[in-house]
């Protein structure tokens, strides 16, 4: 693994009525990862997504962005260049009137003048696939798909390190949640940055990230490249994770000679199409 940007030490959280959501978590991710964290509703990844970028602070432990803490003074300021976070419903995190304002906002806040902000929200509007036609909308009024490009166009255009994405794909249709996908998968794979995905889609995780982190009722039970995760198919069952119906499938078929660790559907078919040639050399 790269070397830690963020580290997260002993990590304790409470929420104020006294919930526990995380518990004794250690992390670290290092710059230029994919990284998913998958686990069971409730399993407090959303709470780790904000921990990690300050948003929440830790009830004991601590989390370190960059060598710095995200319990000291003025950190979000300084969080907004490093870790930024995309929430689970873009609704939660839009509130100007016009979708250009709602981009410009970060880069405002950091105080940057307005030809500077200007270039920021069109290299970030650009990155993000959000069309310079629609800059004097209300962004109450587009898509869902749509408004949570401007939510990360917004966060884009701070130019965080690290970007955290909550659901990404939750209330899209499947082109929609493909775009989205491909353009995280592009910031990575081009623009350098780490992605982290908060799911619980499975299939999401096997076929984007690179490393997979698994949660437990606040705790890290897995953490490892996504292939070695996704097919330790009793440790997600232990945590009420079903694993991907094509790891299932395999699984079913090991007997066959078909690898226990498939995670992918183009996969299986290679594996059965090699399964099946092996299987006629034997009989010819
Ligand atoms: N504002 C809050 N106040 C009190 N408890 C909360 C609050 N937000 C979350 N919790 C609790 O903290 C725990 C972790 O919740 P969290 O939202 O981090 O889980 P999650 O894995 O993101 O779940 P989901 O898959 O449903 O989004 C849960 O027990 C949840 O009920
Ligand atoms: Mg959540």
């Known amino acids: 693994m790269a070397e830690a940007y963020v580290s997260v030490q002993d990590l304790d959280f409470h929420y104020p009525d006294g919930t526990p959501a995380l518990r004794g978590v250690n992390l670290e991710i290092g710059t230029n990862e994919f990284v998913a964290l998958i686990g069971q509703n409730g399993s407090g990844k959303t709470t780790l997504g904000k921990c990690l970028n300050g948003l929440l602070k830790p009830s004991a432990g601590a989390v370190l962005v960059d060598g710095l803490d995200t319990r000291s003074r003025g950190i979000v300021k300084k969080m907004a260049t490093r870790v930024g976070y995309v929430f689970q419903n873009p609704d939660h995190q839009l509130f100007n009137n016009t979708v250009f304002k709602e981009i410009a906002y970060g880069p405002r806040n950091l105080g940057m003048d307005e030809a500077e902000t200007r270039a920021r929200v069109y290299e970030a509007a650009r990155v993000a696939g959000v069309s310079e036609s629609i800059f004097d909308e209300h962004p109450f009024f587009l898509t869902k798909g749509l408004r ?137």
């Open 148 to 284: 949570q490009r401007v939510a990360i166009a917004s966060i884009l255009a701070m130019r965080p390190r690290v970007l955290i994405v909550d659901e990404p794909t939750t209330g899209q249709d499947f082109r929609q949640s493909l775009e989205v996908m491909n353009f995280l998968e592009r910031l990575w794979r081009e623009e350098g940055h780490s992605i982290v995905i908060v799911t619980h889609e499975m299939s999401l995780a096997a076929r984007y990230s690179r490393r997979t982190v698994l949660l437990g009722h606040g705790q890290v039970l897995a953490d490892g490249p996504t292939r070695e995760v996704l097919s330790q198919t009793d440790t997600l069952a232990r945590s009420d994770v079903l694993p991907t119906q094509v790891t299932r499938l395999a699984q079913r078929l090991t007997d066959l000679g078909v690898r226990p660790d498939v995670i992918l559907v183009e996969e299986l078919v290679e594996e059965m199409v090699r399964v099946h040639q092996r299987h006629r050399r034997a009989v010819g």
